[in-house]
C-alpha cells in the first residue's frame, strides 16, 4: 500500500481511454463499476473534446457481483457496437473488474463481432497510465497491421524511382501535453524538406490507417512514453526504421532534421535550410545574460525531462541542479542525463518526495509539471510547465508547440517569463528596503495577482509538510540546536537585505561555511566570507 | 395554518407519477466524490480512501481542479503485493495510518474510506477503524464508510460518511430541552443564516450536522427534531431515528417557497407562534423574491432536461418550475427516495416524466427528441452536448454553490439563467465548434 496524496499519473486503463479518443472510428468496452466515468470529464473538460470519448462502461453494482456481471459484459459490448458501429473495438477491464475476473476478451471473441475485437490486459495494480497506453497502442497497431507483416526474412521494397520518401508520425495521444500542435509543427517540418506523412498514429488515425503503417519507410517517433514498444513491433515485423531523436529545442531540431535525412536518404544541408528559430539568437543576445547559471530544478515524463534539462543547460545557459521523472520505465535515460548535469535523479511519483527536493535545492526555476507548479507556488520560487500531467491550461487556444523550431521559440518564451527581468533583479538586489520591492513583490510584468505566497504556516497541510520542514530548518535558525551557529542581529538583518529568491540559498551556504569553518556567531563579515567562499 | 405560508400544489403533482427505472451504462460519480466537499467542512477531519491507482485519480480529477491548499484526503493505494494475502493488506494500512497521523497530529477524526476494489477484495475496513482507533485512541478517533461506486452514487457518500458518525454523537440527558438539528453539509455561510433564523424564531437549542470541529458534535437523543438540508440523506436518517431524533418531514430549502415550507415546518413543531415566524422571516423572503424575480424573465417558459447526478434534481424542478415558471421534461435522480421526497413529489408539475438511475445512451435519445432549452448533466456530458448546440448547466456547481435558503434563492436562479443570458452574448459563435 503506497499512501498517495497526488498522483502523476491515472490507472492503465485511461491510458487505454487516451488511445480510444485519439483513434477515430475504435469503441473501447470497459468493464468497470459507477464512478469510472469520470474519466470522461479529463477529456470533455481538461482538453475540452467537443464529443465524448468512445468508450462503454459496463456499471456493475454491488447487486451484480452475486449474479452474471459476465453477462452484463456482453450485452454493453453488443450494444456498442450496434449503436456506434466502430471499425475496431477495444475490450479490457478497469481496476474493480481485474479483480472479478471476468475475462472481458474470451466474452467479446464469443459474441463473434464482425469487426477486430482486441482485448487489452492492463494490470491496474502494478501499472500505470502511460504504460496502459504504450501498451494498448501496442495492441491495436500489432492487432490491425499484424496480418500485413511480410514472411520473415523478406527485404523491404526498394523506394520506386520518383516516389517520395515516406514516413509515419507515431505518439501522439489524446490528453497529451502539446501533442495537438507537436504533431502540425512536426509534420510541417517532414513535408518542408520533402517527407509524405503517411499516417499519424494514435491521433486522428483510423482502424485502417493503422492497418497500413507498414507501408511508409520509417517512423518518426514523436512521444516514446506511449509509441516506442509499437515503434519497436513495427521494426521487427515491416523492417521500418523509427527515429530516436525528441526535437526538442534548436539543437535537437537540427539533430532531428539530420537524423531524419539520413533515413529518408535525402541530403542534410538542404533539409538544414528548411526552417530556423528566433530562440538560439534570443539567447545569444546581451539582454539574455541575466539568465547564466540560474539554477534548474526539472521534473516531468522522461522524455520531456530530458529534453528540457539539456535545452535548459545548452540553450539557455542555465545549471541544472536537479532532474527527475515520474515514469519509472525511462528511469534509465533520466539517470544517464543526470550524470551528465553531476546530479542524482530523482525517479519517484511521490509527490512528497519531490516536494522536499525542490525545497532543500532552492533553484531559481522549476520546469515541472502542473504538480510542480503547485510546489513551486508555495516556495515561491518561479515555475514553468514542461509535461504531463495536464491541466485546462495546458491546452492554449494559441499555437504552442514544444516541439520543432517554433517549439524551441516557444520554450524560450514560456521560461523566460515567470522570472525576473534582468535589469528589474539588479535594481532590486539594490535598493532592498525600497517599499515596492518587499518580498511579496513579484516580477513586475507578472502584475500584482501573482505575488509571491506566504510560506506555509504550523498548522501546514501533510503534502507540505516536508517542505515546511525543510524551510523551518533554514527560517527558524534564531533557535538552533547544540552545536550549531547562532545568527548575530546585525548578520540577520544584512541578510533580509538580499532578496528572497537567493535568500534561502545564502543563508544555507552562510550556515554551511560557519559549520566548516568552526564559527559559533555568524557576523556580517561571516556572511560575505561565505559569499566569498561559494561565489560563482 | 397562514395564507401567506400556505402553498398548495399547483395541480395533483407527481405523488402517484410513474417513474422510469433504467439500468445500463450511468455517467455519474462514485461516492468517494463527496470527500472534496466534506473535508472542507469538518476542519479537523481527514479522509483516506483504501482504494485503487483510479480512486486517487478520481478524487484529484472530480474538482475539474487539484485542491492543493490544504488537503486532507489521500489514498492508501493497494497494489499487487497486497492482494496477494489479506492479513498483509491490514498490516499495511496501519503503517500507512500511523505514518499519516505522525505528520498531521492535528488530525482528530480519521476516515478510512471503503472503495470499490477494497468492497470486492472484502477488506473489513470496519474491523480495521475499530483497531486503529484502538491504537491511537485519546489522539484520533477513527471510523470508516464506504464511498465506493458499487454502492454509492456521488453525493450519497455523504449520506454514509454522516451516518458512520451519527453514532459518535453524544447522547442527549433525558428530559433535554427539545434541539433542532440541521442535517447536511451546506455552505458554512448558508449555515449561520439558518441558525441566526431559527434562534430569531425563539428555537434557541439549534445545531448543524456535520459540525466544522469533529470536537462539536451535537448531542442526539428522543427530545432531538432535525431537518435535513439535503435530499440525498436516507441512512443518516434511519440512523438518527434509531437514536431517538425525530425527522420532520419538509420540501428542501430551494427557492422562497421551499425554505419558507422547510422553516414552517421546524416553526410547527416547535410550536413558534405563526405571526412571530411570518414575521421573523418576512424581510428574507422579501428579498428572495426580488432576487428571484431578476432571473424570471429569462427562464419562464422555457424547458428543462435533468440528468441524473446529486439527488437534487427534483427539489430544483420544483423550484424552477414554481418559482420560475420553467418546464421540467425529464427529471433523472441517481435514486428517488420516496419518503424522504414525497412533498417535493406533490409540488412538482404533474405530468414531469421521471426517471431513476440511468441508461446515459437512451437517455441522450431522449434528451435529443425532446429537444429542451436547457439540459442540466455531469461534466462529461456538457461540452459534448453544447457541441450539438443544446444549452446545458453542469450540475456539480449545483452542489459546490450556496444554493440554499433565502439569501441564496437569487444566485440559484442566476445559475439556471447564466447559460442562458452567456448564449445570448456569444450568439454571433452559434455553430461554431
Redesign the interface.
Known amino acids: ?7 502523476y ?3 492503465p ?2 491510458g487505454a481511454m487516451r488511445i480510444a479518443t485519439a483513434l477515430e472510428d475504435v469503441h473501447y468496452v470497459l468493464h468497470a ?10 477529456f ?2 481538461i482538453e ?5 470519448p468512445p468508450v ?7 447487486r451484480d ?1 452475486g449474479g452474471d456481471t459476465a453477462e452484463l459484459f456482453k450485452n ?1 459490448a453488443r ?1 456498442a457496437h450496434e ?1 456506434f458501429k466502430p471499425a475496431a473495438m477495444m475490450v479490457g477491464a ?3 473488474a481485474e ?2 475476473q471476468d475475462d472481458p476478451g474470451g466474452l467479446a471473441a464469443a459474441l463473434d463481432l464482425p469487426i477486430p475485437v482486441i482485448p487489452l490486459e492492463l ?4 501499472k ?1 497510465e502511460n504504460w496502459g497506453a504504450a501498451e494498448t497502442f501496442y495492441q491495436m497497431v500489432r492487432g490491425l497491421a499484424g496480418p500485413y507483416v511480410p514472411a520473415p526474412g523478406t527485404p523491404r521494397p526498394v523506394r520506386a524511382e520518383g516516389v517520395k520518401p515516406s514516413c509515419n508520425i507515431l505518439g501522439p495521444t489524446a490528453l497529451g501535453f502539446r501533442h495537438r500542435d507537436d504533431v502540425r509543427e512536426i509534420r510541417g517540418l517532414l513535408e518542408s524538406i520533402g517527407v509524405e506523412v503517411r499516417v499519424v498514429a494514435p491521433q486522428g488515425a483510423t482502424a485502417a490507417d493503422l492497418a497500413r503503417l507498414g507501408e511508409a519507410d520509417f517512423n518518426v517517433v514523436l512521444y516514446p512514453e506511449t509509441a516506442q514498444s509499437a515503434a519497436n513491433w513495427l521494426q521487427r515485423g515491416f523492417g521500418q526504421p523509427y527515429t530516436k531523436t525528441i526535437p526538442i529545442g534548436a539543437i535537437a531540431t537540427r539533430e532531428f532534421i539530420a537524423e531524419v535525412a539520413a533515413l529518408a536518404g535525402i541530403d542534410n544541408d538542404t533539409a538544414q535550410a528548411a526552417g530556423r528559430s528566433r530562440a538560439p539568437w534570443y539567447s545569444r543576445s546581451v539582454d539574455s545574460t541575466y539568465l547564466t547559471g540560474k539554477r534548474v530544478f526539472v521534473f516531468g515524463d522522461g522524455t520531456h525531462a530530458v529534453a528540457a534539462a539539456r535545452v535548459a543547460a545548452e540553450e539557455f545557459g542555465f545549471t541544472v541542479v536537479g532532474i527527475g521523472t515520474y515514469s519509472r520505465e525511462f528511469a534509465r535515460e533520466v539517470r544517464a542525463a543526470a550524470e551528465k548535469y553531476g546530479v542524482e535523479a530523482l525517479i519517484t511519483d511521490d509527490y512528497l518526495e519531490v516536494e522536499a527536493r525542490v525545497a532543500e535545492l532552492q533553484p531559481e526555476l522549476v520546469l515541472g509539471t ?1 504538480m510542480e507548479r ?1 510546489i513551486a507556488k ?1 516556495l515561491g520560487v518561479p515555475c514553468a510547465v514542461i509535461s504531463a500531467p495536464i ?1 485546462v491550461q495546458d491546452f492554449p487556444a494559441r499555437y504552442a508547440p514544444q516541439m520543432g523550431f517554433e517549439g524551441a521559440n516557444v520554450l524560450f518564451d514560456t521560461w523566460v517569463h515567470p522570472l525576473m527581468m534582468g535589469l528589474e533583479e539588479h535594481l532590486l538586489g539594490m535598493f532592498r528596503e525600497d517599499f515596492e520591492f518587499h518580498d511579496g513583490a513579484a516580477a513586475s510584468h507578472l502584475g500584482h495577482g501573482s505575488s509571491r505566497p506566504q510560506p506555509p504556516q504550523s ?5 507540505i ?1 516536508e517542505a515546511a520542514a525543510g524551510i523551518a530548518a533554514s527560517s527558524s535558525a534564531s533557535e538552533p540546536a547544540a552545536g550549531e551557529p547562532v545568527w548575530a542581529n546585525d548578520a540577520q538583518k544584512e541578510l533580509g537585505k538580499i532578496p528572497f529568491f537567493v535568500r534561502g540559498k545564502a543563508r544555507r551556504n552562510t550556515e554551511r561555511y560557519a559549520s566548516e569553518h568552526g564559527v559559533g556567531l555568524i557576523t556580517v563579515e561571516t556572511l560575505y566570507e561565505a559569499k566569498a567562499h561559494f561565489g560563482r | 395554518m397562514n395564507a401567506v405560508v400556505e402553498f398548495r400544489p399547483r395541480d395533483a403533482g407527481c405523488g402517484d407519477a410513474p417513474v422510469l427505472r433504467e439500468r ?10 463527496g470527500i472534496i466537499w466534506l473535508h472542507r467542512k469538518i476542519q479537523d477531519a481527514f479522509f483516506l480512501v ?1 482504494g ?3 480512486c ?3 478524487v ?3 474538482a ?1 481542479v ?1 485542491i ?5 484526503f ?7 503485493r ?2 496477494a494475502g489479506l492479513a498483509d ?1 491490514n498490516e ?2 496501519d ?2 495510518v500511523g ?2 497521523l505522525d ?2 497530529p ?1 488530525i482528530k477524526l480519521l476516515f478510512l474510506v471503503g472503495s ?2 477494497s ?3 472484502k477488506l473489513d475496513l470496519h474491523r480495521a477503524a475499530e483497531r486503529l482507533d484502538g491504537i491511537h485512541r485519546g489522539r484520533t478517533r477513527v471510523l470508516n464508510y464506504s464511498g ?4 454509492t ?1 456521488f453525493t450519497q457518500g455523504e449520506d454514509a460518511c454522516l451516518a458512520a458518525l451519527v453514532p459518535e454523537l453524544p447522547q442527549a440527558a433525558p428530559g433535554a430541552e427539545p434541539e433542532l438539528l440541521l442535517v447536511g453539509t451546506v455552505a458554512d455561510i448558508v449555515e449561520d443564516q439558518f441558525l441566526r433564523t431559527f434562534r430569531a424564531m425563539g428555537i434557541e437549542r439549534v445545531a448543524g450536522f456535520p459540525p466544522r470541529r469533529s470536537t462539536e458534535l451535537p448531542a442526539v437523543g428522543p427530545n432531538t427534531r432535525f431537518l435535513l438540508t439535503q435530499p440525498f440523506l436516507g441512512d443518516t436518517v434511519r440512523a438518527l431515528e434509531a437514536r431517538g431524533a425525530q425527522h420532520i418531514a419538509a420540501p428542501f430549502p430551494f427557492g422562497e417557497e421551499g425554505t419558507t415550507l422547510w422553516m414552517r415546518a421546524a416553526a410547527d413543531a416547535f410550536r413558534v407562534p405563526t405571526t412571530h415566524f411570518e414575521q421573523v422571516i418576512a424581510p428574507q423572503r422579501e428579498r428572495a423574491r426580488a432576487g428571484i424575480a431578476r432571473h424570471r424573465e429569462r427562464l419562464a417558459g422555457r424547458s428543462i432536461f435533468f440528468f441524473p447526478d446529486s439527488q437534487l434534481e427534483l427539489p430544483l424542478a420544483r423550484f424552477l418550475a414554481r418559482e420560475l415558471g420553467m418546464r421540467p421534461l425529464e427529471v433523472g435522480t441517481p435514486y428517488l427516495h420516496r419518503q424522504l421526497l414525497a412533498q417535493e413529489l406533490d409540488l412538482l408539475p404533474e405530468g414531469t416524466a421521471l426517471s431513476e438511475g440511468q441508461d446515459v ?1 437512451r437517455q441522450l435519445d431522449r434528451c435529443r427528441a425532446a429537444r429542451p432549452d436547457i439540459v442540466v448533466c ?7 452536448l ?2 450539438e448546440g443544446i444549452t446545458t448547466k453542469w450540475s456539480i456547481e449545483l452542489v459546490f454553490s450556496p444554493t440554499h435558503g433565502f439569501d441564496q434563492a437569487g444566485d440559484l436562479a442566476e445559475l439556471f439563467a447564466r447559460p442562458f443570458n452567456r448564449r445570448e452574448r456569444l450568439k454571433a459563435l452559434e455553430g461554431q ?1
Open positions: 500500500m503506497q499512501l498517495t496524496l497526488w498522483t499519473e491515472g490507472p486503463h485511461v463499476p459507477q464512478g469510472d466515468t469520470y474519466a470522461d470529464l479529463l470533455t473538460m475540452r473534446l467537443p464529443k465524448r462503454t462502461y459496463t456499471t456493475f453494482q454491488a457481483l454493453a450494444e449503436r478497469s481496476c474493480t479483480l472479478i494490470p491496474s495494480y502494478q500505470k502542473q503547485h508555495r491541466h498548522d501546514a497541510p501533510i503534502a509538510s | 445500463g451504462q450511468r455517467e455519474v460519480f462514485c461516492g468517494l466524490t483504501v485503487s491507482r483510479t486517487a485519480h478520481l484529484q480529477s472530480a475539474g487539484m492543493f491548499a490544504e488537503p486532507r489521500a489514498t492508501a493505494i493497494i497494489d499487487d497486497d492482494l493488506a499495511e494500512l503503517r500507512v505514518r499519516l505528520r498531521r492535528d470499490c476494489p468492497e470486492v477484495i465506493s461506486g458499487i454502492e452514487t445512451e455531469g461534466l462529461g456530458l456538457a461540452n459534448p453544447e457541441s465548434v
